[in-house]
Structures are given as C-alpha cells and as structure tokens.
C-alpha cells in the first residue's frame, strides 16, 4: 500500500525551530513533486514550500528565509527544516508527493499524508 507518514511536530515556543519529515513507502515506481501544505483553524489548506525531483524550490512568501524544504531521492523522503517560528506558523502540516504508481496503468497520482500538528506558543 502507497503511502506518505509526517512525523516531527509539535509544540514549540515563539522563535524555536521543528524539523517536519515524510516519508513515501510502497510500490513506487518513481517520485515527481513534493512538499508540504498547512492548514489552521477555519483558514484554506495553503502552499508552504515545494521541491521538484530536480532539487528546485518554491515557498510561500511568509516562510521564506525561514523554512527550508530538502529531499532524499534515495530514501523517498521529504523534509522542513523550520526555524524562527511564529505563532501564525500553528497549523496542521500535511505532505503531498507526486508518485507514480502502477493502478491499472502507470502514471503519476497525487498522494498526501495525514498530517502532523505544529503548535506555536507566544
């Protein structure tokens, strides 16, 4: 079974950092995007960063020079290094990954992980 698990989060104070790691497991024929999403309390499941199979990155800008987003083609993981959190930073963070996979045919298919909670305090 193809799956992604987060592990990493939790509480944390104002100015701290957490490491938010995912790993994809399964069948996997091979992996295309990847990245992580929050989503806070009564607020959108947002972009936070993404990194292409290539190593290129894209954030959002309220995390940028602060979040860092890296990835181990070889173990199949993904990682956010984040640093100088905030309180507004407080939100369930979830992994997404392109993965292709063979169901019927072979292709690529979204794929996100259950989500792990990152809690900032003041």
Same mark, same amino acid.
């Given at each position: $079974?193809? $799956?992604?698990?987060?592990?990493?989060?939790?509480?944390?104070?104002?100015?701290?950092?957490?490491?938010?790691?995912?790993?994809?497991? &399964?069948?996997?024929? *091979? @992996?295309? &995007?990847?990245?992580? +999403?929050?989503?806070?309390? &009564? #607020?959108?499941?947002?972009?936070?960063?993404?990194?292409?199979? !290539?190593?290129? /990155?894209? %954030?959002?800008?309220?995390? #940028?020079?602060?979040?860092? @987003?890296?990835?181990?083609?070889? #173990?199949?993981?993904?990682? =956010? $290094?984040?640093? *100088? =959190?905030?309180?507004?930073? /407080?939100?369930? %963070?979830?992994? +997404?990954?392109? =993965? #292709?996979?063979?169901?019927?045919? %072979?292709? +690529?298919?979204? %794929?996100? &992980?259950? !989500?792990? $909670?990152? /809690?900032?305090? *003041?």
């Amino acid at each position: $079974q193809v $799956q992604l698990v987060e592990s990493g989060g939790g509480l944390v104070q104002a100015g701290g950092s957490l490491r938010l790691s995912c790993a994809a497991s &399964g069948s996997i024929i *091979s @992996i295309n &995007g990847m990245g992580w +999403y929050r989503q806070a309390p &009564g #607020k959108r499941r947002e972009l936070v960063a993404t990194i292409t199979s !290539g190593g290129s /990155t894209n %954030y959002a800008d309220s995390v #940028k020079g602060r979040f860092t @987003i890296s990835r181990d083609n070889d #173990k199949n993981t993904v990682i =956010l $290094q984040m640093n *100088s =959190l905030k309180p507004g930073d /407080t939100a369930v %963070y979830y992994c +997404y990954a392109a =993965l #292709k996979v063979y169901s019927g045919s %072979y292709d +690529y298919y979204d %794929y996100w &992980g259950r !989500g792990t $909670q990152v /809690t900032v305090s *003041s």
